[in-house]
């Protein structure tokens, strides 16, 4: 079975930054996407940043010119570059993986909390 597992979330005040970074274990042979989701307190699960294994990237149009997804070669762990946050960032954040083989399925993270408060 696969293993995500994010790390990095916590408390900031408005305008600061956070990085989040997810490592996963597993077998994963192909991988279509990988990306980052947030759910707001009481708000649906809503797609962040994705990020395509050819390297092409997808961002809600919220975070656009503020949050850059990478990954990491040295550390083999997918991150979530988060500037100028604003109290609205505020969620539970995820990381997912969209696995093709050996086995299709989406894999996600337990999550972490990224709170932006004064």
């Known amino acids: 079975q696969v293993q995500v597992m994010e790390s990095g979330g916590g408390f900031v005040q408005p305008g600061g930054s956070l990085k989040l970074s997810c490592v996963a274990f597993?077998?994963?042979?192909?991988?279509?996407?990988m990306g980052w989701y947030r759910q707001p307190p009481g708000k649906e699960r809503e797609m962040v940043a994705r990020?395509?294994?050819?390297?092409?990237?997808n961002y809600a149009d919220s975070v656009k010119g503020r949050f850059t997804i990478f990954r990491d070669n040295v550390n083999n762990t997918l991150n979530l570059q988060m500037n100028n946050l604003r109290h609205e960032d505020t969620a539970v954040y995820f990381c997912?993986?969209?696995?093709?083989?050996?086995?299709?399925?989406?894999?996600w993270g337990l999550g972490t909390q990224d709170t932006v408060s004064s």
């Open positions: 997912r993986f969209n696995v093709l083989s050996p086995y299709s399925n989406i894999y």
């Open positions: 597993g077998r994963m042979f192909r991988i279509s996407s």
């Open positions: 990020i395509s294994t050819g390297g092409s990237t």
